[in-house]
């Protein structure tokens, strides 16, 4: 796991946008995994930015999501194929039929959730996995006591996750308690993950993920096992950090390493 500490949220973004924007370089017809939430809206946005100045094209890529809320329509203000709509894909130059994002109205979700597992892997699997971490220590919807090796399928979401996200929904609506959401086992099949976390109220899932334990009580944790996982984290996400000063020394140790071989 490669933990790299940066100052502010700003820097986190910046260097977020440029790991993806280089894995769409390197591979045109990139699979992006990617995730909702506040944490990834700055890199968006700095991916529209660098789409608009024709640094990195789209047109070939493909996403999935990890996960959508179960009762929404999709031009719901707070459905996730909404937010990816608002957030990303109406402003880049990615085809919309190569955007999947899990569909939270299906009338047989075991079946829907196959066919999702079935289409990731049609598409060669994702290449780049996007992640936050909520304050529980979830990824996607993977609440505490999620199975390690779980797939693609509902789950109920914890009442710390919803009173979270209470703050998106308008006072008196209707907020669901049940999503659909890409499994722990089906994230750790991507072949690369990156795991953004901001601010001081993720410092504890942040040390749970990096130095604690692998336990289905911090589902992040499990990445620890993944051979290519990023954690990109600001200076207030790694305060809880027992070896920070070690983690900063490999990067300054990388940075000076890459410098000396483009010499």
Do not use: W
């Not at 942040?206 to 996982?229: D, R, Y």
């Amino acid at each position: 796991m490669r933990v790299v500490i940066l100052p502010t949220a700003d820097d986190v973004a910046h260097y977020c946008a440029e790991q993806i924007i280089h894995q769409i370089q390197q591979k045109s017809n990139t699979v992006l995994g990617l995730a909702t939430g506040s944490t990834p809206v700055a890199s968006y946005q700095k991916l529209i930015q660098a789409c608009s100045k024709k640094e990195v094209s789209f047109a070939k890529v493909s996403s999935f999501n990890l996960d959508e809320y179960i009762g929404l329509e999709s031009t719901h203000p707070q459905s996730y194929r909404n937010f990816m709509n608002q957030e990303l894909f109406n402003h880049i130059d990615i085809k919309f039929e190569n955007t999947h994002v899990p569909d939270g109205l299906s009338p047989d979700f075991e079946k829907s959730c196959q066919a999702y597992e079935s289409l990731i892997l049609q598409k060669g699997g994702v290449d780049l996995q996007l992640l936050g971490i909520g304050e529980n220590g979830h990824i996607g919807f993977n609440e505490p006591s999620s199975s390690l090796n779980s797939r693609t399928r509902v789950k109920t979401l914890s009442p710390q996750t919803v009173a979270n996200n209470a703050r998106f929904f308008k006072v008196g609506e209707t907020q669901p308690q049940l999503a659909v959401t890409m499994g722990i086992g089906t994230i750790m099949d991507a072949k690369k993950v990156v795991l953004l976390a901001t601010g001081s109220q993720k410092k504890q899932a942040v040390a749970n993920l990096i130095e604690g334990s692998i336990s289905a009580f911090s589902p992040a944790s499990i990445l620890q096992m993944h051979p290519k996982t990023m954690v990109i984290i600001d200076e207030s996400a790694a305060e809880l950090l027992a070896l920070n000063d070690y983690y900063l020394h490999i990067e300054d140790v990388q940075i000076k390493l890459s410098k000396h071989k483009n010499v």
